[in-house]
């Protein structure tokens, strides 16, 4: 039997709550102003003792809403475990650590999480030394319960965050077994986008009067973010998402896939065209997962392409476009997809892919969920250089504006000391065009209006880089190394700190690949870097001889599979 939450009436703040002062502090650094109304509804009864049934999706203010009444009890430095949080996935567990390090950031309880994939030997140390909150995986947590190596017999409060993705990834006995070892007074915390039949059977054999709250959050959906779907055939899409990336004023963009093989090929062929991209997904090691997601949160990232599991945990407000290369395969899914934009009261952009065969699916979605899904086609060369110089035109207009203009002065005063009988006029175009050139920004329409030039295999196209002041880096490693084009990219972009708009084609052979970049670029490079760290080996880079396949000035998009036969004379 469960009790259901009542509303809150009225705008209220955290000060609400009777929580320690330090986490009050906490929050308003972090720029909490208002709960959220998963926040709202759960904190008082948690604080109270209550068990809880919360369901509310991904970016709804759940961890803040278990874990603000978490550490407010758990206390400090006790060198037991107190508090249990599992998650479905790693990522998750790990952001669920940060955000409560973040909140305790004046208190002292030792948070620590421990995840498959990871050494033992660094998580069997945090434990013997103590450890206040655990936040792990089930299938790692387990392990180390059987082991002996951790104690649950002291737990207060345990969470199960996620639990439908548990359910669906097969976690359920684990979780079943894991909440069996603690004891029978501790309080229990379900939190689940929806309830199965099997998370309701694990309700009722754990919890005690548990109070139901359930949040709406269609709002997510329909409010803040601009659903639209173009038609593509299955392959042209890779070459529609390079437009549409190009096209778009965004920011962060999260691209889906169904499978880890196609997340793959994604962004490999992303980061062929010299889109900055990576992959996020099953295959991948600890070390480059957390790398990913350390570039993604610091902004130095703007595509990432997932899998849904592997997404799970991503939650990072500045996401502004989420890209369904594949529908998914149920509405529950596209709306948690889509969720990921839109944080925060921000507004985001949602577009889907749509094979012709799926046209009927995308109308299915958007009868049910009540909400238009705007229809698109492909944008066109001339649609994104406008939308391309529009930026260009803001980010100067905003430069401007911000005021910070105190170090250009000296460049302005020799222009014009150096420039004499050029008005002002004339040399902000002249400078217009030097940062249009580095940015890659046509500033002018193609002569004519030409529909997408299409190919099934992997190309550089609509670059708007200039050829003639391209040259080839030579990097002595290729495919016999295992090395795919997301590698020297992205080895090339994190040390060098090169966008992507600027790094040109790229070549693998068997044991030599090449990159191109402007001969400024290039300079810059093999002047102050020298040698870049791919795959783990540290490799010299040198200035390529010119080689007769180098694209020449004119000559337009290369053929289909040109590359391969270009790697294969190599």
Known sequence: MTDEAQPVEGPIGFDHFDLDERLLRAVAKLGFEE???IQLA??????????????????????????????????????????????PTRELALQVTQALRSYALKMKPRIYAIYG??????????????????VGTPGRVLDLLERGSLDLSSVETFVLDEGDEMLRMGFIEDVDAILGATPDNRQVMLFSATMPQQMRAIAEAHLTDPLEIQVEDQALTVDHIEQRWMCVPERRKIDSLARVLRGEPRSTALVFCRTRRMCAQVADDLAGRGIGAEALHGDLNQGARERVLLRLRSGRLDVVVATDVASRGIDVQHITHVINVDLPSD??????RIGRTARAGRKGVAISLVTPRERRRI???QRRLNTPIKEIGIPSDATIGKQRRNRLIKQVLDTVEGGDLQHAWPIIDRLKSKGDGYDAATLAAGLLTVLAELEAVPLVDPPEEQKPRWSDGPKRT???????????????????????????????????????????????????????LSRADAEVVLKEYGALEIRGVKCSLSLAKQRPNLRRPGRGNRRPGRRERESKKD
């Open 331 to 336: 509405i529950e899914s596209y709306v948690h």
């Open 35 to 37: 709960p959220t109304p």
């Open 462 to 516: 609509e670059r708007d880089f200039q050829s003639s002041n391209e040259v080839e880096i030579f990097i002595p490693v290729g495919r016999a190394h295992g090395v795919r084009p997301g590698d020297l990219v992205g080895a090339l972009a994190n040390e060098t700190g090169i966008p992507g708009a600027r790094i040109g084609r790229v070549s693998i052979a068997e044991r030599k690949s090449f990159i191109g």
């Open 42 to 87: 759960t904190i008082v009864p948690v604080l109270e003792g209550r068990d809880i049934i919360g369901r509310a999706r991904t970016g709804s203010g759940k961890t803040a809403a278990f874990g603000l009444p978490m550490l407010h009890r758990v206390r400090e430095g006790g060198g037991v475990v107190r508090g249990l949080i599992l998650a």
């Open 117 to 134: 994939g990871a050494p033992y030997d660094p998580q069997l140390r945090a434990l013997h030394d103590g450890v206040d909150i655990v």
């Open 363 to 365: 109308r299915e979605m």
